[in-house]
């Protein structure tokens, strides 16, 4: 397999100095470096504005004292793809980073409340940045207007990925693609069953054990209403006919009591699974994704993905938590590199992970999933991420309202559909 070349262009090390302000000062203009609060917006064209808090650094009496930041922490990132790499090749483009005076986010009868202070431009060639890394900017600038000064890290690193897709909804049992520009090959197939009495021959035999916290009881199966989505499971397989990964539902998705929909308190869950026999009823866990509806402001899939560690599954590993919408869909991303990741500091995971896009319920899905190179040794490796893809775009399903009826993919005999 080989990879897409993809650029990651970081942005860190951001840090704010302001003149000193006389101690005998009785006027209150001006701006006081230990107490104003300050925040930068980063734009590059055709990428959506971050904006990040600005950390200040106070002037002091020695006017050579540009010193670096003590932190250098990543305050924005651009993800860039073959596409946008093509768009750039042979252009110098410009980052700018405008300054801010005010509290991030506060709003005054719908404007801002920040005043502009100043901002900084660097010019950016990102020609051969996707096989080595370049430094663009790495020290203070002046802002525009004069009084303060702005510390800056720009720098661009090589992110290959590996690009798959679905060619149908996962529930279709669809073929999976891999691409490369205008590369299209096949290289996994996707059975998909829901099968309400699959689980006991689709869990490893010792599964009862000690995992009371993984899943439900059954006991009362009898007595429950069709009001239950359980049995799913996607087993992805490799061009020769060898299952080579899977996604199962552990733990049924149900309506919290009194209502029709799937709350955090109640969530449903999956195994991901991976080979370790001949037979999938005796693969090894290797992830846990548990997925929910949330209620508020925004109608969102509830999510939360757990490393499973060789110990067993009472010991886990969270990586990544969040919430997109169920109107339009979001992306399921695992990235330790983001400013405002999820992922556990005991987490063996290092860098971008993989992303993959999600539909809004009721949309027709084809999923396309990215992951890192440094995470895929072999096939196997990035099947764990198909099956793992397949699992939070087939929970957009399992957490409709279950006053609406599934597509007959995902209906047993006894249930309804909508075609």
């Known amino acids: 397999m080989d990879p897409c070349p993809f650029v990651r262009l970081i942005i860190e090390s951001l840090a704010l100095k302001l003149p000193l302000i006389p101690t005998k000062s009785t006027s ?30 106070p002037s002091s009496n020695n006017n050579n004292s540009f010193s670096p930041p003590e932190t250098a922490s990543v305050a924005a990132e651009f993800h860039l793809d073959p596409a946008a790499l093509r768009r750039f090749s042979g252009k110098c483009v410009t980052l700018c980073v405008s300054v801010f005076i005010g509290r991030m986010g506060s709003h005054a009868c719908g404007v801002t409340s920040g005043k502009l202070m100043g901002s900084v431009q660097v010019n950016i060639d990102l020609d051969g940045t996707y096989s080595k890394a370049r430094v663009f900017q790495n020290g203070w600038m002046k802002l525009d207007k004069p009084v303060a000064m702005l510390h800056i890290t720009v720098r661009a690193e090589p992110d290959p990925r590996f690009v798959f897709q679905f060619g149908g909804e996962p529930e279709c049992s669809p073929v999976v693609f891999q691409i490369q520009g205008n590369i299209k090959q096949p290289v996994f197939s996707c059975k998909f069953n829901a099968d309400r009495n699959n689980r006991s021959r689709s869990l490893p035999t010792d599964f009862n054990l000690n995992n009371r916290g ?8 009898r007595d429950r209403t069709t009001r239950e989505r359980k049995g799913w499971m996607i087993i992805i397989y490799d061009l020769s006919g060898s299952a080579v990964a899977a996604a199962s539902m552990i733990t049924p998705f149900v309506p919290s009591p009194g209502s029709d929909r799937v709350s955090r308190s109640n969530a449903g869950a999956w195994l991901i699974l991976r080979p370790n026999g001949a037979s999938v009823s005796s693969w090894k866990p290797w992830g846990r994704l548990q997925a929910w509806r949330e209620r508020g402001p925004v109608d969102g899939l509830g999510y939360k993905f757990e490393l499973v560690t060789n110990t067993g599954l009472t010991s886990t590993i969270p990586i990544a938590e969040g919430t997109m919408s169920m109107k339009k869909g979001g992306k399921f991303c695992i990235d330790n590199t983001m400013k405002d990741t999820a992922l556990s500091t005991n987490s063996p995971i290092r860098g971008f992970v993989m992303v993959s896009n999600v539909e809004g319920e009721g949309k027709i899905s084809a999923p396309m999933v990215q992951v890192g190179v440094q995470h895929v040794t072999c096939m196997a490796d990035a099947a764990l991420f198909i ?18 009826k599934l597509r007959k993919e995902l209906c047993h005999d006894d249930q309804e559909s909508y075609f």
């Open 387 to 404: 099956a793992l893809s397949a699992a939070i775009d087939l929970s957009m399903d399992a957490c409709r309202l279950f006053s609406q």
């Open 28 to 57: 209150h203009h001006g701006i006081h470096p230990s107490s104003t609060p300050c925040y930068a917006k980063i734009k590059l064209k055709n990428f959506p504005t971050q904006t990040t808090i600005l950390p200040l650094t």
């Open 214 to 221: 993984w899943m439900r009881t059954f006991s009362g199966e």
